[in-house]
């Protein structure tokens, strides 16, 4: 199995930034896409941004139209680790923030796919 750990959440000012950070921990075989989402109260979950490893490189593939020029999704393949660097952060940020993983893990004898969430951390930005 795959667990996910999200950190960085806090109350910040608007015009404030945050780094979140993520990490993927189990008998992790790869990683293929990792993102960010986030819910706010009485809102459906929503894509932050997405980024994917391939190629001995990483690619951000997809940034929510708010967060764009805004927020920066980067990763570090060693550590399973994927990061948001939120910028200018506005109050309509505010909402619980998620970390997805998708790859493959070791089971026994077998290779087997996860698609894993992590339990969220916090983001208020108050105005």
């Known amino acids: 199995q795959v667990q996910l750990v999200e950190s960085g959440g806090d109350l910040v000012q608007a015009g404030g930034s945050l780094r979140l950070s993520c990490a993927a921990s189990?008998?992790?075989?790869?990683?293929?896409?990792m993102g960010w989402y986030r819910q706010a109260p009485g809102k459906q979950r929503e894509l932050v941004a997405t980024?994917?490893?391939?190629?001995?490189?990483?690619?951000?593939?997809s940034y929510a139209d708010s967060v764009k020029g805004r927020f920066t999704i980067s990763r570090d393949n060693a550590k399973n680790t994927v990061y948001l660097q939120m910028n200018s952060l506005k109050p309509e940020d505010t909402a619980v923030y998620y970390c997805n993983a998708q790859g493959t893990y070791y089971d026994v004898s077998y290779f087997r796919n996860f698609d894993s969430w992590g339990q969220g951390t916090q983001v208020t930005v108050s105005s």
């Open positions: 980024i994917t490893s391939g190629g001995g490189r990483n690619y951000a593939d």
């Open positions: 189990g008998t992790i075989s790869s990683i293929g896409r």
